[in-house]
């Protein structure tokens, strides 16, 4: 079921705009983060791994040929 966008409002983004029919509640909508808040999260003081360490120390898994 789809709620029209004047019942809920422009100025509210944390509602979803459907519902399920069985329930008819609302639901909250997904967490948005910003750019600063993710980079907030990130250590700037670890070690760059560059993609060789991570895919160069592999061990061939199926049929691969190097």
Do not use: F, H
Not at 7 to 29: D, H, L, M, Y
């Amino acid at each position: 079921m789809d709620i029209p966008g004047t019942a809920i409002g422009k100025s509210e983004p944390q509602v979803k705009r459907n519902a399920q029919r069985e329930s008819g509640r609302t639901e909250p909508a997904p967490r948005r983060y910003t750019l600063d808040e993710l980079l907030a999260q990130c250590d700037m003081n670890a070690p760059v791994v560059t993609e060789e360490e991570v895919w160069g120390n592999l061990r061939p898994v199926g049929k691969e040929i190097w």
